[in-house]
């Protein structure tokens, strides 16, 4: 079997990849006197930004449109900017 075709060897791979990816964005931060707050991603791309409300969506969808608040945003923008309210969150504890 070649390497990387299992799904399990796959996960490994890219679980590796990730922590090397952390590890030298950690260190380059420090570098700089920057520091790096690792947040949960999850549902970052579903959470609205403006009033929290989780907004199912496809992986194909790319615009946010929320029913609760109205906000329309790009999906990407929206999640960047649930990452950096928790991000801010984590720094006030």
Same mark, same amino acid.
């Given at each position: 079997?070649?390497?990387? *075709?299992? *799904? ?25 006197? *920057?520091?790096?707050i ?24 790319? !615009?946010?449109?929320?029913? !609760? ?17 928790r991000?801010?969150?984590?720094? *006030?504890?």
């Amino acid at each position: 079997m070649e390497m990387g *075709r299992s *799904r399990g060897m796959r996960k490994s791979i890219l679980d590796v990849a990730w922590t090397q990816f952390i590890e030298m964005t950690v260190a380059k931060a420090e570098d700089a006197g *920057r520091r790096v707050i690792l947040v949960s991603p999850r549902d970052t791309t579903k959470l609205c930004s403006t009033c929290g409300e989780i907004v199912p969506k496809a992986l194909s969808v790319r !615009v946010h449109a929320c029913p !609760v608040c109205g906000l329309v945003m790009d999906r990407d923008e929206n999640a960047a900017l649930n990452i950096l309210h928790r991000g801010l969150l984590s720094l *006030r504890f």
